[in-house]
């Protein structure tokens, strides 16, 4: 008896994970470099204010005022000063780069699919508890709480980010052949 139509494989689904492009790789190392330097920028704030370069430090707290309260009470500490965000926020985005570096050894970058939303739901689940546990009285959080759990939050949205980026870089490297082959 022939397989049922459900059970159908399209051949380019099949190829396209078994092999990373050139313009998937670049894609990666992009996103994987931009949140290496992003992270690196929360340490560089209070290591230029250490270091006597106020006008950078300054920059750098106020480039990160617009996306953190950056409460000095529930932030991590390095060289005697505050990280330009808190301890959740420093989580959130150690997680999201070690989850963009990690990422080609969990799935392969010829892959352009995100998996299923309710994963990145549940893992937006232990942040929200410690957020409104803390909230709430019910429960003191502490900066490794809340480091913790936004770091598997930033680590899952990683699984989202990337393949989305590799199906930009793919279909924007299409249509920039398709403009360089018409001019020629």
């Known amino acids: ?20 492009t050139p313009r998937a790789l670049v894609a990666w190392g992009v996103v994987a470099a931009g949140a290496l330097v992003f992270f690196a920028a929360l340490f560089a704030a209070p290591y230029a204010a250490a270091g006597g370069h106020f006008s950078l430090a300054r920059s750098l707290y106020d480039g990160f005022g617009v996306i953190c309260h950056q ?8 060289w005697g000063m505050p990280l330009a965000v808190c301890a959740r926020c420093a989580g959130l985005y150690a997680g ?13 970058l010829g892959r352009t699919d995100a998996p299923a939303r309710r994963w990145l739901f549940l893992a937006a689940a232990p942040t929200s508890i410690d957020f409104l546990l803390g909230l709430s009285g019910l429960w003191e959080n502490t900066h490794l709480s809340r480091s913790l759990t936004a770091a598997l939050l930033g680590a ?7 393949p ?6 793919a279909s924007r490297g299409r249509k920039l052949f398709r403009v360089r082959a018409a001019r020629s």
């Not at 999201?96 to 392969?108: D, M």
């Not at 989305?164 to 870089?169: E, I, N, Q, R």
């Open 1 to 20: 008896m022939p397989d049922s139509i459900y059970s159908y494989v399209p051949q380019y689904a099949a190829a396209q994970g078994a092999r990373p």
């Open 71 to 78: 409460q000095p009470a529930r932030s991590f500490h390095a």
């Open 96 to 108: 999201f780069a070690a989850g963009a570096i990690l990422y080609p050894l969990f799935r392969t």
């Open 156 to 162: 899952v949205a990683a699984l989202y980010v990337v």
């Open 164 to 169: 989305g980026a590799v199906d930009f870089a």
